[in-house]
């Protein structure tokens, strides 16, 4: 259950510092030189620092706090470009519970994390959304923070990514309590992708102003993007009309899968490749200056 909003700003004012104890078993170090469980939480954490800081900026006209933004070497701003968005009341009252979860995950990762934990880096929640927009369908001008159609389509380029990541984590780490907390962590973003995808279905015959572009075309765009750039594993909200029915309501497809209903499972650089605006080794986009940590 989501928290209040007073609550949802909370965990910015309660978050463990980075100076906090957070000593796993051996069992969470990776042999070989490779990644560490921790290394894989803070990739997730890099994500959940993202998503909360879209939420929290639409939601309450501000961002995380600098104990839980982290400090210390790596350290970013923040967030650059985020506004508080014109959303109606109805959609402001399921966004709370959504900026509120996505508080509540960066504050849970850093309490597990303790001194293992590396600080948000900067990160673009404003041009970002303008480039994107460009490059899937050639708008300008594309802003999430003006109207709620505008909102679901900016949170729907992180909700799916944040699923296919988590999926591809959980077999790589070896720490049971580690796996537990991804395990609790990863149902939440695919609870949030489905209402976003069924929210932007419910409206998929409306136009995305000022563009004469329908939801589900605007948001077909935006799926091909992530595809290109994310090995093909993407799907729209709508079958593909050589397979569903044209009209006004095209047969949904409000649950991306392989097609043996299980979801699709992204690699770390498949993630980096998406949110960097397509080249997992060169940072941009969502995050300018790259992630934090070993996966970067």
Known sequence: MATSPAAAAAPATAAV???DSGAMAPSAMAPSGG???YDILNFALNLECL???????AVYGYGLNQTTLGDGPGSGPGSVGGLKANLSPELLAIATELANDEINHVVDLRTYLGVNQVPCPKMDIGS?????GNKALGVSGFFPYNS???FLLGAF?????????FHGAIPLLKNNTLLNLIAGIAPVEAYHAAI?????????SEFVTPYQIRVFDFVQGLSNLR????????QGIVVPPADGRSGAYPFANLVPQDGTGLAFSRTPSEVLAIVYGGNASQPGTFYPNGMNGYFK
Request: no cysteine.
């Open 196 to 204: 976003l995808r069924t929210l932007l279905y419910q409206k998929g």
């Open 51 to 57: 998503e909360a800081e879209y939420y929290s900026n």
């Open 227 to 234: 595809g290109k750039a994310g090995d093909g594993k993407d």
């Open 128 to 132: 970002s959304f303008t480039s994107l």
């Open 35 to 37: 990644p560490t469980d």
């Open 17 to 19: 510092s980075s100076g």
């Open 157 to 165: 380029l992180f909700e799916d990514v944040g699923v296919t990541a």
């Open 148 to 150: 709620d159609i505008n």
